[in-house]
């Protein structure tokens, strides 16, 4: 598959500069592209990186001065660059194939219009599905859960009894909604369950990553709200409550009772307690540790968390502590000799 530069300018509605019949022959990124493939920059300062590449055209920012490279600028490179590697490798489309005989269907499950069952599903008792989803192979919905229009399941998740998906949600391969949470109480010596009466419910255009774990409630729901998405291998206790559009990133773990806000960013494997808030539009870096409330628009970093700027002066003051070290071995030194110069005149008073 080939395409001109001028033809990939028109596709993206850039501005082209250089030879517009130069002939494209793929996309790459900056760093794999060959001869005859165009890549891309996201920033003006990856000039230089670009001039040592083997590509023959690149996307770029509007801002960005070319330097004899055939380059396309555009408001939005990421966006412009989707777009063309989508021209040369379109997304796989394959028919729906409806309902296979093979999947296992509750003769109580409700199923909607244009739905895509596949080999070795399985859907338990009153399970109603929406129009226009799509559930792979080896899915297990269990009884009672409600799965709305246009949701793509994909292998071997599992949704436990009473799970609710709202409309668009994504949920990958080997993700888990609705277990037991880790909830126990100490009764004559042995730990008992307690109740496990709740369920999970996610609303609108969430997307849950590969093995990610969301627990049931105790009573009520644990709930994932509107647009958030969700990282592979995150877990998410009893009882949460997660906000709208929020973004948690692989391995973060929170703790039962924890409720976020509305546009929270938690970064790989931030570990939050149970029972604390994380205020709107609150940040919180790698592997921070959580242990209290956080105010809205608050960035914290470290464990315990703090905030930036105090984590900044820390780690300064961190990387001072050798020499700050030898400078205190040096004091010592220096008041014990001079303790016993005095000692001679102390003696003789």
Do not use: W
Not at 9 to 23: M, R, T
Not at 37 to 45: A, G, N, P, Q, S
Not at 141 to 158: R, W
Not at 297 to 321: C, S, Y
């Amino acid at each position: 598959m080939q395409a001109t530069l001028a033809e990939l300018a028109a596709l993206v509605n850039g501005e082209l500069i250089g030879d517009g019949s130069l002939v494209v022959e793929g996309a790459a990124p900056l760093g794999e592209a060959k001869p005859g493939e165009i890549t891309l920059i996201d920033r003006v300062d990856k000039g230089s990186k670009l001039a040592a590449s083997q590509a023959s055209a690149a996307v770029a920012p509007r801002t960005f001065s070319p330097n004899g490279l055939p380059v396309i600028r555009v408001d939005d490179v990421h966006r412009a660059f989707t777009m063309i590697v989508s021209r040369f490798r379109p997304v796989r489309t394959e028919p729906r194939p409806g309902i296979s005989p093979l999947a296992v269907i509750s003769p109580t499950a409700r199923i909607g219009r244009d739905v895509a069952i596949y080999p070795y599903a399985t859907l338990g008792e009153r399970v109603e599905i929406g129009d226009g989803t799509t559930i792979h192979a080896g899915v297990h919905i269990l009884a009672d859960s409600k799965i709305g229009p246009q949701v793509t399941i994909f292998p071997n998740a599992v949704l436990y009894e009473n799970t609710v998906v709202g409309p668009r949600c994504v949920i990958h391969a080997g993700a888990v909604l609705g277990a037991y949470g880790f909830g126990y109480c100490c009764i004559g010596g042995r730990h008992q369950l307690s109740a496990q009466l709740g369920n999970v419910v996610l609303e609108a255009d969430v997307e849950v990553g590969a093995g990610t774990t969301i627990d049931r409630g105790t009573y009520g729901a644990t709930v994932i709200g509107e647009g958030t998405k969700i990282d592979n291998q995150v877990m998410i206790a009893h009882n949460c409550r997660i906000g709208r559009h929020n973004m948690l990133c692989a391995q973060v773990g929170i703790a039962g009772s924890t409720t976020t806000g509305d546009y929270v960013v938690m970064a790989g494997q931030v570990g939050v307690r149970d029972h604390v808030h994380v205020g709107h539009r609150a940040v919180l870096g790698a592997m921070a540790g959580v242990i209290n409330d956080v105010p809205d628009d608050a960035r914290l970093v470290g464990i315990p968390a703090t905030p930036e700027r105090e984590q900044m002066v820390k780690q300064a003051v961190l990387a001072k502590l050798p020499e700050m070290r030898q400078r205190l071995k040096q004091l010592e030194a220096t008041v014990e000799r001079l303790a016993r110069e005095l000692e001679p005149r102390n003696e003789g008073k």
